[in-house]
């Protein structure tokens, strides 16, 4: 089974740094995403791990640690249309490569 | 089309009525997904569709929920007998095998 966990809801200062965290416990890690969500909109993907390291895509990185089971998404120079939710995803390759979600987590960027 | 499409974007049905929702997915895409996201929550796995593969139904929540899909093409979610407890957005998506999942933009399911 899987069993993703993120904080429910953070808030950040625009033009600060970041971090969201997640944690994860799978049966057959073999990928890990994050996605954006606008409120009332849907998901965009932000970012793709699979192997260990930090993978950078301008403001916005991200990091897995498979033997932590742990990842994080850090968004620097934020602005206040990052204010969203963002959810962390991996996949289950003993699942036939099904993709499960966390509860995501809410940011909202203050000015 | 270019997209993952879902229609109807809303639906506004009457307790115990049957209500059907459609995807279609990005053309090409063998792997198609159905999540449900309540209001504030996150993304709850329904179902998962893989090529001719037998399909992942263990997200279902009851035997009310059913899905099919039309070999690597257009998908149905029906859910019987709704209950208000069914009112929810429902996310389509789909990909190419290991890639990123396109999302369509949901259909919005509110029971009276």
């Known amino acids: 089974g899987q069993n993703i966990d993120q904080p429910t809801e953070m808030t950040a200062t625009e033009g600060a740094i970041v971090q969201i965290n997640c944690t994860y416990q799978t049966s057959g890690f073999n990928g890990l995403f994050w996605y954006q969500q606008h409120a009332g909109e849907a998901p965009t993907f932000l970012s793709y791990?699979?192997?260990?390291g930090l993978e950078e895509k301008g403001r916005f990185s991200s990091f897995l640690s498979r033997s932590k089971g742990y990842s994080y998404l850090l968004l620097k120079e934020l602005q206040m249309k990052d204010s969203a939710s963002y959810l962390c995803?991996?996949?289950?390759?003993?699942?036939?490569?099904?993709?499960?979600f966390g509860t995501g987590t809410r940011l909202t960027v203050i000015p | 089309g270019a997209g993952v499409s879902q229609s109807p974007s809303n639906k506004v049905t009457e307790k115990g009525k049957d209500v059907e929702l459609r995807c279609d997915p990005i053309?090409?895409?063998?792997?198609l997904y159905w999540y449900r996201q309540r209001l504030g929550q996150g993304l709850e796995f329904l179902i998962y569709f893989q090529g001719n593969s037998a399909p992942d139904k263990s997200g279902l929540p009851s035997d009310r929920f059913s899905a099919e899909r039309t070999g690597e093409s257009v998908s149905t979610l029906t859910i019987q007998r709704t209950q208000q407890e069914d009112s929810a957005v429902y996310l389509c998506?789909?990909?190419?095998?290991?890639?990123?999942?396109?999302f369509g933009s949901g259909t919005q399911l509110s029971v009276l």
């Open positions: 791990n699979v192997l260990d």
């Open positions: 998506a789909s990909s190419s095998p290991g890639q990123k999942l396109f």
């Open positions: 053309s090409g895409h063998t792997a």
């Open positions: 995803a991996v996949r289950d390759l003993t699942g036939a490569n099904n993709l499960f």
